[in-house]
């Protein structure tokens, strides 16, 4: 980084090459055990996310400093009660903690850290409550993005008034996206997409069992949805379809404010 500055310092480049030079140098090394995206946010508005599953516990401690020192924040996801426990022990006097109990997530900020946001708007809708683990890890990288997040759970078209109020609520918050999880035979984003206008995101949950259980049944019934206006994700990646949802919000935002460049058609 050094080096880039003084070159530019120098004259030897341009602010633009710089820019550039910074973010793919941005990559922090880590010892031997991981390389870092720092500069990820900047680059493509995601945060780095730190995926706790089968990490070494004092690994996850030296990655999360890491987050910590060089961007302010960590978010961490499926962490197990062991990790959790440790890392509420290692930062939870220092610094501000946010979880997602369902999720089994943690965001862990530097006391002072604000997340910027964007005046994005996602809706998330469960068919159970057995897929809040799926719709909390959306939630979270979503409002990590910036977002204002609605949640509604259990409007499965086992019983298909259920889903009218929390359809509604959508409407009423004006959500510019929309998250759909669902398990078992994942009928409930067909359902929804052939209702509203918004751009939708369905998750298959693996909450099923028996024959195409797993969220198999589901993931293939929406992959053949007829309703259009629909992206899949795979089974239960809350954070993929979370990370979709409000990268189309904040560019909804975006041109809400006039911020977003005229592009001229030739």
């Known amino acids: 980084m050094r080096d880039i500055l003084e070159r530019l310092a120098q004259g030897k480049i341009s602010v633009e090459e710089a820019e550039k030079a910074l973010k793919l140098d941005a990559i922090e090394k880590i010892a031997n055990i991981a390389r870092l995206d ?148 994942g009928a409930l984003p067909t359902v929804v997409a052939g209702l509203v206008d918004l751009p939708l995101i369905a998750v298959p949950a693996s909450s099923g069992y028996g024959y195409g259980g797993e969220g198999r049944a589901a993931l293939m019934a929406m992959l053949q949805a007829c309703s259009l206006g629909l992206a899949v994700v795979n089974i239960d990646s809350g954070i993929a379809a979370g990370v979709v949802a409000a990268q189309i919000a904040n560019r909804v935002a975006r041109a809400r404010k006039g911020s977003l460049p005229d592009r001229k058609v030739s």
Do not use: Y
């Open 38 to 185: 720092v500069a990820r946010e900047s680059r493509r508005g995601v945060p780095e996310i730190v995926l706790a599953e089968d990490k070494a516990d004092e690994d996850l401690m030296v990655i999360c400093a890491s987050m910590l020192e060089q961007t302010g924040r960590a978010i961490v996801s499926r962490v197990n009660d062991l990790q959790l426990e440790k890392l509420k022990n290692k930062f939870g006097h220092s610094h501000q903690l946010k979880q997602f109990d369902h999720a089994k997530s943690l965001v862990i900020k530097r006391r002072g850290f604000r997340t910027a946001e964007t005046d994005g708007r996602v809706g998330i809708i469960t068919a159970g409550t057995v897929d809040l683990p799926v719709a909390e890890e959306a939630q979270m990288i979503a409002q990590e993005m910036g977002c204002e997040t609605f949640l509604e759970a259990d409007a499965g078209i086992a019983g298909i008034h259920r889903l009218v109020e929390p359809l509604r609520r959508m409407m009423e918050n004006d959500v510019d996206s929309l998250i759909v999880v669902a398990g078992r035979e």
